[in-house]
């Protein structure tokens, strides 16, 4: 009989763990591939797409805070409101003396005297006077409901001076200054802030830009004024242009022009408007009636010739009346028209502007030394809604043109006090001007186009010559589209 073998207890041990190792290999397979897809499951179940961020631009607010500058000018400051509210502005002289601005020896300036505000009570549709400050410049503020379409004027009589007050601007252009004995002119500029400001002003004449380092980087203290005599600065006796642009905070801008024809003993002068850019088109409106001198001065800033077509714009029409022949401007000059003997008669006859078509940007003023008196016609800029201007008591008569389309501006002419005395409705069309008398005591013009953009000037004509332009008012401010961005 042959014995069995017994089963040896190594062997049962070894059969034990290949087992064991066989289950967990199995399970560790099965998690690696389950986990993966149970995560990713989950992921897809719980995740919530957030929308690509748009691009916004800023969007159109409100405004809660204006003020305009009013140059010096030797006679009281006239503010009203197109917001229709009530209640009070604020104006402030920037008096006292300082030094110049400049460096060079035409430049004078003065400083903020420290004083409180001058109060201004305004109502709908009325004009505020700010007493005294009549030789200083002033800068007028207000907030919250008053600030919308806020105006100021400011008008010297006998002889009739209109200065133009308006919000501080980064860049401006001047056609037509003089820097010699009989045409001279002085810029004024104002920094309406506590802040230093910075302004350099290129000067560009016949042949080109004039070398002229005191007019480069002037600063402005807070609060102060600095004026700027051109015949000390760089005198000379051709046309010139001036570019105003600001470096560092902010400067108003201003220039008072004067005549003085030597020998002869008549002078006179008055304020000179800026142009607030070149432009190809461009309408000037504001010719007094009288015999006198009338000249065209247009300015190139660009780097090639330009042509410049000349029209006249009466109620009838815009035509090319003969003799009226081109103006051809090298780059970076300026030149100069007499047109006394050809606008004259044209003026006699109803004429109410000068239309010029440029090759090319240019910036362009008609100076009329008529009657002994001294008044510009400057492009005025476009209108497409409602406006409101303070204007002189005396004769005066509203000029409209620009129209592009057939449309109909309403006008509405009211005393200081706010009461209307006439209301009129114009039917205007392209290519005419149009001509409308207002009361000689209203202060307050409202002008609201409809259906078509217009330009348009009033065009005063007691103690002398005077042209408010009518403007675009500022009735709200852009805010910023501000979102946080990634981490």
Excluded at 171 to 178: D, I, L, P, R, S
Excluded at 341 to 349: K, M, N, W, Y
Excluded at 375 to 399: C, I, Y
């Amino acid at each position: 009989m042959t014995p069995s073998t017994p089963s040896t207890p190594s062997t049962r041990r070894s059969g034990g763990r290949s087992a064991g190792a066989s289950r967990a290999l199995d399970l560790t397979v099965v998690l690696a591939i389950v986990l993966p897809l149970i995560t990713g499951a989950a992921v897809l179940l719980t995740r919530t797409d957030t929308p690509a961020a748009q691009d916004r631009g800023p969007a159109a607010s409100a405004l809660g805070a204006a003020s305009v500058v009013c140059p010096a000018a030797g006679s009281p400051v006239a503010v009203t409101t197109a917001s229709g509210a009530s209640g009070a502005a604020f104006a402030e002289g920037l008096g006292g003396r300082a030094g110049g601005g400049s460096g060079g020896s035409g430049g004078s300036g003065s400083g903020g005297s420290g004083r409180d505000e001058v109060e201004v009570a305004l109502a709908p549709d009325a004009v505020g006077t700010v007493p005294g400050l009549a030789d200083e410049p002033v800068v007028v503020r207000a907030e919250d409901d008053l600030a919308p379409g806020l105006v100021a004027g400011r008008v010297a009589e006998r002889p009739l001076r209109v200065a133009e007050c308006a919000a501080p601007a980064p860049e401006q252009w001047f056609t037509g200054v003089g820097a010699g004995a009989g045409h001279s002119s002085v810029l004024e500029l104002v920094n309406p802030d506590n802040g230093p400001a910075v302004a350099d002003v290129v000067v560009t004449g016949r042949a080109g830009v004039v070398d002229a380092p005191d007019l480069r980087g002037v600063a402005v203290p807070g609060r102060s004024s600095v004026r700027l005599d051109l015949a000390d600065l760089v005198p000379r006796r051709d046309e010139l242009s001036l570019h105003v642009t600001t470096q560092r905070g902010r400067v108003h801008s201003s220039v008072v022009d004067r005549i003085d024809e030597l020998g002869a003993g008549a002078a006179a002068e008055d304020f000179l408007p800026p142009q607030p850019e070149p432009a190809t088109s461009l309408t000037l409106l504001g010719l007094p009636a009288g015999p006198g001198s009338r000249t065209l001065v247009v300015a190139n800033d660009g780097d090639s010739e330009v042509r410049v077509g000349l029209r006249v714009l009466d109620e009838r029409s815009v035509f090319a009346p003969e003799g009226l022949e081109d103006v051809r401007v090298a780059p970076q000059s300026v030149a100069r028209v007499q047109l006394g003997a050809t606008l004259g008669p044209l003026v006699a006859d109803g004429a109410l502007g000068l239309v010029l078509d440029a090759t090319g940007p240019v910036t362009a003023t008609l100076r009329s030394f008529v009657g002994g008196d001294l008044a510009h016609a400057v492009p005025p800029g476009e209108v497409s809604s409602s406006t409101v201007a303070v204007v002189p008591e005396g004769r005066k008569r509203l000029v409209l043109g620009g129209a592009t389309s057939t449309g109909v501006v309403e006008v509405v002419a009211r005393d200081a006090s706010g009461e209307e005395l006439a209301a009129k409705r114009v039917e205007v069309s392209p290519d005419r001007g149009f001509a409308v008398g207002l009361p000689a005591r209203a202060v307050h013009l409202t002008v609201t186009p409809r259906r078509t953009p217009v330009v348009g000037a009033v065009v005063a004509a007691t103690g002398g010559s005077g042209v408010v332009r009518l403007r675009e008012l500022v009735r709200s401010s852009l805010v910023p589209d501000v979102r946080p961005g990634l981490p």
